[in-house]
């Protein structure tokens, strides 16, 4: 058991965790939102990518670790978060916004809306 704890403090120790944050919907004519991130370990690095959606949506501050994006569009988007630590280890976690129509406001009336 002692071993098992050595390698499991060895390993929380060497490698970076993140956390880009709890799904997010927004309602159109709404076309921005910023991106959160929590993260453990001694990171060095951050780097947002968008990996679907509507062209035109951008990252405003891509290498920090919290972000807006802007240019959304109705539809859904799912965006990427990766860090590195000061040893050139990494993590990455994902993210999904989704943006609504107006018309579609009723319908989810009661969704928990983020900023």
Known sequence: MKI?????LVWWLFNPSVNAGEDIVIFE????????????GSIVQYQWTILNGNPGAFLTTPNLS?????????????FRITVFNDL?????????VTVLTKNRRLKYRNIIMFN
Do not use: C, E, H
């Not at 919290?66 to 799912?78: A, E, I, K």
């Not at 050139?88 to 999904?96: I, L």
């Open 88 to 96: 050139g280890n990494f993590a990455s976690d994902t993210v999904m």
């Open 66 to 78: 919290n972000t807006m994006v802007r240019g959304l569009t109705p539809g859904p988007y799912r």
């Open 29 to 40: 004519p709404r076309d921005s939102v910023k991106l959160n991130t929590t993260t453990q």
């Open 4 to 8: 098992l704890t050595a390698i499991i």
